[in-house]
């Protein structure tokens, strides 16, 4: 896999301008949508641009674009956001989220008392499905989609509330593992803080999407029913994202190749934020856990 993003040195991580030398090695891109194709914001045109020249490439199988979010919302809804920012449909192919497979999860526990704790905007994970709705006191498993106000709110503000359902053996389901999101130039926190808290109170939780390998099968299995073509060798699958934790590591764990986005959510620690070139990342990459094969400012052609 990672023999198509070659880096200068051995041992090193390819520092890349942009992704035309290396898509040809590829069939399948599964590409982050937020810190990725926009910041919360504001789309990245390159972003689309670079995706669109993607799925036209000529070859035997049809190259692919499947968007794979962690939004705690139904793939219909990312799209609709994606289409006010202005980012092209011709970009992807389709959109697995966070969400869709928390719907999933929630159809399995039907029957069992549901509490959901996150915002308003975050109701459409739950269009269209039958649950038993309880209220804190008596849920067998609580939802987290977000911060009730991520504008002032953090994970310690939720320690209280949080606290009797570990105490109880109250399984969270967090439907979006992210810990912060980008949102113009600030970090927002995000579900994936709240059930962080919750393990450390001794709670269980249960994650939908990245970096657990569900969502990487359910993306995989998406792109291949578009073509009826059999399985897509994961040789030939590449993971771009900006998130260390969830999108590099997501990879890692399915086996496939992956490009990380360094103007993203680690823009500050990497000392990019403010347009500075990449070539002094490489002590950073280092105290990661896991790396990426390659490393791009933004996603472009």
């Known amino acids: 896999m990672a023999e198509r993003i070659r880096a200068a040195h051995p041992g090193e991580v390819a520092i890349l301008d942009g992704i035309a030398g290396i898509a040809p090695g590829f069939d399948l891109i599964l590409c982050d949508v937020w810190g990725v194709l926009h910041d919360g914001v504001q789309a990245h045109r390159g972003a689309s641009e670079a995706l669109t020249r993607f799925r036209a490439l000529p070859g035997g199988r049809p190259r692919r674009v499947v968007l794979v979010s962690n939004a705690p919302r139904p793939g219909s809804a990312v799209q609709a956001q994606l289409d006010s920012f202005g980012v092209p449909r011709s970009a992807y192919d389709a959109i697995v989220?966070?969400?869709?497979?928390?719907?999933?999860?929630?159809?399995?526990?039907?029957?069992?008392?549901m509490h959901h704790l996150g915002p308003d905007r975050d109701l459409p994970v739950f269009d269209g499905?039958?649950?038993?709705?309880?209220?804190?006191?008596?849920?067998?498993?609580?939802?987290?989609?977000?911060?009730?106000?991520?504008?002032?709110?953090?994970?310690?503000?939720?320690?209280?509330?949080?606290?009797?359902?570990?105490?109880?053996?109250?399984?969270?389901?967090c439907a979006n593992p992210d810990l912060v999101v980008e949102r113009g130039e600030r970090l927002i926190p995000c579900a994936g803080a709240v059930a962080a808290l919750y393990e450390e109170?001794?709670?269980?939780?249960?994650?939908?999407?990245?970096?657990?390998?569900?969502?990487?099968?359910?993306?995989?299995?998406?792109?291949?029913?578009?073509?009826?073509?059999?399985p897509l060798p994961r040789d030939r699958?590449?993971?771009?994202?900006?998130?260390?934790?969830?999108?590099?590591?997501?990879?890692?764990?399915?086996?496939?190749?992956?490009?990380?986005?360094?103007?993203?959510?680690?823009?500050?620690?990497?000392?990019?934020?403010?347009?500075?070139?990449?070539?002094?990342?490489?002590?950073?990459?280092?105290?990661?856990?896991?790396?990426?094969?390659?490393?791009?400012?933004?996603?472009?052609?």
């Open 237 to 301: 699958v590449l993971a771009v994202g900006d998130a260390i934790r969830t999108d590099i590591a997501g990879a890692r764990a399915f086996g496939i190749a992956s490009l990380l986005v360094a103007r993203g959510i680690h823009a500050e620690e990497l000392g990019v934020a403010a347009g500075a070139p990449l070539g002094g990342i490489a002590d950073w990459l280092e105290a990661q856990a896991v790396h990426p094969d390659g490393v791009i400012d933004l996603l472009r052609w």
């Open 201 to 230: 109170l001794g709670g269980t939780v249960v994650y939908a999407g990245k970096p657990h390998v569900p969502v990487y099968e359910a993306a995989v299995a998406t792109a291949e029913a578009l073509d009826g073509a059999g």
């Open 129 to 173: 499905l039958d649950l038993a709705r309880g209220g804190p006191q008596d849920a067998a498993h609580v939802v987290v989609t977000g911060l009730l106000d991520d504008e002032t709110e953090t994970a310690e503000d939720y320690r209280d509330r949080l606290a009797p359902w570990a105490a109880r053996g109250v399984t969270l389901i």
């Open 97 to 113: 989220t966070s969400g869709d497979l928390t719907r999933r999860l929630l159809a399995e526990r039907a029957a069992a008392p």
